[in-house]
């Protein structure tokens, strides 16, 4: 694949001028702060669903038959959710829509946790799967919309810090899924975890209500957002 070069030029800084320039911004401005927070938990509880997933089906859910289940729904309902992501995206409403979404994951992710039978497990992992992927876009539309638009430079330096916390989220919830199963019951834990994020994009949801710019303008960005997110997990 043959890409054009960068235009902006090397930094005059160095690396560390540069890092602390996409942090002063994310710190500084609450609008590119609060979706990327709820993008963080998005990527938490997402992490952690991929790790729980395989400790539910070990522990009552059809074993490695239903681990396979279990991850074709959450597949199939990340798929389905590309219909129409653009369109929740380009909302004029975005925020409530993201709140709704996160509450959409966060809710089938408890129920998948209190199910007792594969059929609804996968029902509920189908749609969990489909709520983080559109949770996601429409946070980093948001992201995209609020930050500084200086030729990309400082876009650049805020979608660089914003890289580091959202996978290392995913990293943290699926190192923390094993432990808490063990502690709590792997049913138990996963309710557990997906009721406090549920409260806690609440709050951060909670002061973004209100409109945003034209419909039009997320349609542009939402397809990149998606690829943000694929790449994000693409380990999993």
Same mark, same amino acid.
């Given at each position: 694949?043959?890409?054009?070069?960068?235009?902006?030029?090397?930094?005059?800084?160095?690396?560390?001028?540069? &890092?602390?320039?996409?942090?002063? #911004?994310v710190?500084?401005?609450?609008?590119?702060r609060r979706?990327?927070?709820?993008?963080?938990?998005?990527?938490?509880?997402?992490?952690?669903?991929?790790?729980?997933?395989?400790?539910?089906?070990?522990?009552? @859910?059809?074993?490695?038959?239903?681990?396979?289940?279990?991850?074709?729904? &959450?597949?199939?309902?990340?798929?389905?959710?590309?219909?129409? #992501?653009?369109?929740?995206?380009?909302?004029?409403?975005?925020?409530?829509?993201?709140?709704?979404?996160?509450?959409?994951?966060?809710?089938?992710?408890? @129920?998948?946790?209190?199910?007792?039978? @594969?059929?609804?497990?996968?029902?509920?992992?189908?749609l969990?799967?489909?709520?983080?992927?559109?949770?996601?876009?429409?946070?980093?539309?948001?992201?995209?919309?609020a930050?500084?638009?200086?030729?990309?430079?400082?876009?650049?330096?805020?979608?660089?810090?914003?890289?580091?916390?959202?996978?290392?989220?995913?990293?943290?919830g699926?190192?923390?899924?094993g432990? @808490?199963?063990?502690?709590?019951?792997?049913?138990?834990?996963?309710?557990?975890?997906? &009721?406090?994020?549920?409260?806690?994009?609440?709050?951060?949801?909670?002061?973004?209500?209100?409109?945003?710019?034209?419909?039009?303008?997320?349609?542009?960005?939402?397809?990149?957002?998606?690829?943000?997110?694929?790449?994000?997990?693409?380990?999993?």
């Open positions: 694949m043959s890409l054009p070069r960068p235009t902006g030029g090397p930094a005059a800084g160095g690396l560390l001028a540069e &890092l602390f320039t996409g942090l002063r #911004v710190a500084s401005q609450a609008r590119i979706p990327m927070t709820v993008a963080v938990i998005d990527n938490f509880l997402y992490g952690y669903l991929v790790v729980a997933l395989v400790l539910l089906a070990e522990r009552g @859910l059809g074993g490695p038959d239903g681990v396979g289940w279990l991850n074709a729904g &959450l597949s199939g309902g990340a798929l389905a959710a590309m219909a129409v #992501v653009n369109r929740l995206a380009s909302h004029r409403r975005p925020a409530l829509v993201l709140f709704a979404v996160m509450a959409a994951f966060a809710v089938s992710a408890a @129920l998948i946790g209190l199910s007792g039978s @594969l059929p609804s497990a996968v029902a509920f992992v189908t969990a799967g489909a709520a983080t992927l559109v949770a996601e876009v429409i946070a980093v539309t948001l992201l995209q919309r930050a500084p638009d200086d030729a990309g430079r400082r876009r650049a330096r805020v979608f660089g810090v914003y890289d580091q916390p959202n996978v290392g989220a995913i990293a943290v699926s190192l923390v899924a432990p @808490l199963a063990d502690q709590l019951g792997a049913g138990t834990a996963i309710v557990t975890v997906a &009721l406090g994020c549920l409260a806690a994009s609440s709050v951060a949801t909670a002061r973004m209500r209100g409109r945003q710019r034209p419909a039009r303008h997320a349609v542009a960005v939402a397809a990149p957002a998606t690829s943000t997110s694929e790449e994000a997990r693409g380990g999993h």
